[in-house]
């Protein structure tokens, strides 16, 4: 049957570095900084709106740059890069003007997270570091042209995000609290002292969250489910304490805001539902907006724009093809195509990613999406169970090198957004407390029922994932032994109590929160060994594959080893790869390239598909 599937797709072109991506227009509105590699690795080069020459800026050999930004003064580029995937992140900057990148934290072990840029002060930023305490995030003011730090907001012992106003002072936070809840806490100059605004219970705790202040600093808007099942666009008034809903949905949380650059107000918003979806509120946009939906098949997303507000960079996602970037003029709602992230891809014939809905055993209703191999009868397929990771997270549609890579491959891919999964409101969401290996797994197991129906070969399928993912896949080893034909796991944790015990210290203040959805190991160490692979390696009977990066300060090392290590205790067959100079992930290339060929190899081997050469 592989003999009428298309022609393969090389790993290279599938988990390769994009040809060119993540455009950004300068404030101004002259230049176009993007993503392209430099010597095999990803750098930042910046071009003029105008003109289609561009020169390279940055000279990173190692990790490549994936996180950058303009500075309000369309001078300087920054961008974070970090260690071996250790997560200390640093932040960089650039004159484009003449002189040599600069460290603006050059501090060992310590991350820094960028809390706040805006137009009206083009030479400043506000970041956040545990410099002053590994555990706690401060926020700083950063002077770009002079590298000055200075301490502005020091945080309490529970802040685990700042959000300053339009005239960039630090005015709210968020707190957490021992039993799982979090406070939205306000002063109103950064003179006052600190006042609790509201409380998130901590069913509401991760589907509610503050967004940003309006221009006159008076309203606070929030994405908040109180009172409701989904995350919601609420501004708070900050006068009375009053409250108005600007937009919601009964099924799906507000997954995105569009905000004016100079009013602060929200102009649109989008629902992540079987496909994304934008629902205006400023009508002054209805003719852009119509206009852009319409313009290509897929997707739509504004990627940023000048200040101006003249001049949109618009990306276009699709299941069938690479991610299409545009720079729009809204003046003559003329688009002028800039790249494509990918542009090999186009030789390729790709599988269309086609959203999917099941109920659970306990009544639940299930999204996710199937991608099916192209060419062949669906009947009887091995198929490979892509699960995401967070789990606080979800899959969604549009192009996906993984399921694309699969599907070439001869094998479904099915992706699903079990219980725990955001984006379906906090009661989807709450379900997946303390169910990690649990209703979590049986969600997996119920997604394998409904594909059996719909053509899949029940001897032939594979579990695989990363960080929770991974997690999934080593369940599906040890509590399911019999379900699945092989496993494979990328950085996911062993056991729940090494896992809990090890994250980095900047995790301390949401750690209640997580136990109290997780387990405890202080308290339930016998609960969570239940929930643990690591205590139930016996129950392996088929092929495994596991893959660690040496630097992860999330998933540590350490949970991989420990079952690779029981394993080989008991002469169970394995294969597993240490990536020594990776994290949470893969980062470079030729890791990737590496991974993804030893996979396909297994694959091969236990499910029947066919592989590159």
């Given at each position: ?22 455009p950004?227009?300068?404030?101004d509105?002259?230049q ?5 590699p430099?010597?095999?690795?990803l ?11 561009a020169?390279v800026?940055?000279?990173d050999r ?11 003064d369309?001078?300087?580029?920054l ?11 640093r ?7 003449g002189?040599?990148v ?14 706040q ?25 950063l ?19 700042w959000?300053?106003?339009?005239r ?18 306000y002063?109103?100059?950064?003179q ?6 509201l409380?998130?219970p901590?069913?509401d ?12 600093g ?24 009053s ?39 400023d ?5 852009d907006?119509?206009f ?14 000048d ?5 949109w960079l ?15 003029d809204r ?20 599988a ?16 996710g999406?199937?991608?099916w ?51 379906y ?32 070969d029940?001897?032939?399928?594979a ?7 991974g ?25 729940l ?13 949401m750690?209640?929160n997580?136990?109290?959805r ?11 060994k239940?929930?643990s ?12 594959m596991?893959a660690?990066?040496a ?13 690779v290590?029981?394993?080989?205790e ?6 597993y ?16 390239f ?7 190899r ?12």
């Amino acid at each position: 049957m592989t003999e009428l599937l298309p022609p393969l797709i090389p790993r290279e072109v599938l988990f390769g570095n994009p040809e060119r991506t993540s455009p950004q227009i300068s404030p101004d509105g002259t230049q176009i900084a993007f993503l392209a590699p430099d010597q095999g690795v990803l750098n930042i080069w910046v071009r003029s709106l105008s003109d289609e020459s561009a020169r390279v800026i940055t000279q990173d050999r190692d990790r490549g740059i994936r996180l950058f930004f303009w500075a309000q003064d369309s001078r300087h580029l920054l961008y974070l890069q970090d260690r071996g995937g250790n997560e200390n992140w640093r932040l960089y900057g650039l004159d484009l003007t003449g002189g040599a990148v600069k460290d603006y934290t050059p501090y060992e072990d310590v991350q820094a997270q960028v809390i706040q840029r805006d137009k009206h002060f083009s030479d400043e930023l506000l970041i956040a570091l545990n410099l002053r305490n590994p555990q706690l995030h401060d926020v700083y003011h950063l002077r770009l042209s002079t590298g000055e730090l200075q301490l502005i907001a020091e945080n309490p012992g529970n802040v685990l995000g700042w959000v300053a106003d339009a005239r960039f002072q630090v005015r709210a936070a968020v707190a957490a609290n021992p039993d799982g809840s979090m406070s939205l806490i306000y002063r109103e100059t950064p003179q006052a002292e600190w006042e609790k605004l509201l409380d998130w219970p901590m069913e509401d705790s991760l589907t509610s969250s503050p967004s940003h202040f309006s221009q006159d600093g008076q309203t606070l808007y929030l994405l908040e489910s109180r009172a409701a099942n989904t995350a919601r666009l609420v501004a708070l008034n900050l006068t009375d304490r009053s409250t108005e809903v600007l937009a919601e949905d009964p099924f799906y949380d507000v997954s995105r805001l569009l905000v004016h650059p100079d009013t602060y107000a929200v102009q649109a918003v989008a629902f992540a539902r079987a496909k994304e979806e934008w629902q205006l509120l400023d009508q002054s946009l209805a003719e852009d907006f119509s206009f852009l939906e319409h313009y290509r098949l897929g997707e739509w997303a504004l990627s940023n724009r000048d200040d101006a507000d003249k001049t949109w960079l618009v990306r276009y996602n699709r299941d069938i093809g690479p991610v299409e970037f545009y720079a729009y003029d809204r003046a003559t709602q003329t688009p002028t195509f800039l790249f494509v992230h990918q542009p090999a891809l186009n030789d390729y014939p790709l599988a269309p990613m086609e959203p999917i809905r099941f109920t659970s055993r306990d009544g639940l209703k299930i999204e996710g999406y199937m991608t099916w191999p192209l060419g062949v009868p669906r009947e009887n397929l091995p198929m490979v169970l892509n699960v995401h990771g967070g789990p606080w997270w979800r899959d969604t549609w549009g192009y996906h090198p993984e399921a694309q890579w699969l599907a070439n491959r001869g094998y479904a891919c099915l992706q699903v957004n079990y219980r725990g999964s955001t984006g379906y409101g906090k009661d989807f969401l709450n379900a997946g407390d303390r169910e990690w290996a649990g209703k979590m797994h049986d969600d997996l197991l119920d997604a394998l029922d409904w594909a059996v129906t719909q053509g899949v070969d029940r001897e032939k399928i594979a579990i695989y994932g990363g960080s929770y993912g991974g997690f999934a896949a080593l369940v599906g080893a040890t509590f399911t032994p019999d379900v699945f034909a092989c496993a494979i796991d990328m950085v996911g944790p062993s056991s729940l109590i090494t896992l809990i015990r090890s994250f980095p210290p900047y995790w301390a203040a949401m750690l209640d929160n997580f136990k109290k959805r997780v387990g405890d190991p202080e308290t339930e160490e016998e609960f969570l060994k239940s929930r643990s692979p690591l205590f139930k390696v016996d129950q392996i009977q088929i092929p495994m594959m596991i893959a660690q990066g040496a630097n992860d300060p999330r998933v540590t090392v350490q949970e991989a080893e420990q079952i690779v290590a029981a394993m080989q205790e008991k002469g169970i067959p394995h294969e597993y790869l240490l990536f020594e100079d990776e994290g949470h992930g893969l980062a470079k290339p030729q890791n990737r390239f590496r991974f993804y060929a030893a996979m396909e190899r297994f694959l091969e081997a236990h499910l029947g598909g066919r592989s590159q050469n």
